[in-house]
């Protein structure tokens, strides 16, 4: 872990080329049970594109992103998607790092709540969230992609005020 860097930077439509790539890398698991790539460079650039309603926050690594995570305000919410980090990478605590700056940055912007949506084919997913203060709402159609399997998303929220005082020892949550 000495080659990867501790600091994040927000995406730019340059970078668009190696976060797709970083994206389908982390998300080939899904190939399983549905069809084709989780986004294409051109999806990627548009979402970096000032003004877009969101941005992608990255973690670099000699040589390359090592993960990253898709950030946008929804109202009082925000959102969050695309959490990726290379599968080499993975287990290093990286998606957490991302999430809780993605949900530091969410909070400073003025957002009380975070959610994100998950497919439930991937209960390991679930779990992970659930370990990071989130909690199942309800479920969506998938509408994404062609699904080899029938499968739905699962709709996650997280109060972040309630998380903070918490964090804090200031209540419960």
Not at 109 to 134: D, V
Not at 159 to 167: K, M, Q
Request: contains cysteine; negative net charge.
């Amino acid at each position: 872990m000495d080659n990867l860097a501790i600091s994040v930077r927000r995406a730019t439509p340059d970078d668009a080329a190696a976060l797709a790539e970083l994206v389908n890398e982390a998300y080939a698991i899904e190939k399983s049970f549905v069809e084709g790539d989780r986004t294409s460079e051109e999806e990627i650039a548009a979402m970096t594109r000032a003004g877009a309603g969101g941005v992608f926050l990255v973690l670099e690594q000699a040589g390359g992103l090592a993960a990253a995570v898709h950030l946008e305000r929804r109202g009082a919410e925000a959102y969050f998607g695309m959490l990726s980090v290379r599968p080499e990478l993975q287990g290093m605590g990286l998606g957490k790092r991302l999430v809780r700056i993605a949900e530091a940055m969410a909070e400073a912007t003025g957002a009380s709540s975070m959610t994100l949506r998950i497919i439930n084919l991937r209960e390991e997913l679930g779990r992970w969230y659930r370990s990071l203060g989130y909690r199942e709402v309800g479920t969506s159609p998938f509408d994404h992609r062609r699904a080899k399997r029938p499968c739905h998303f699962v709709d996650m929220h997280k109060d972040l005020a309630a998380a903070a005082a918490v964090e804090a020892g200031l209540g419960a949550a």
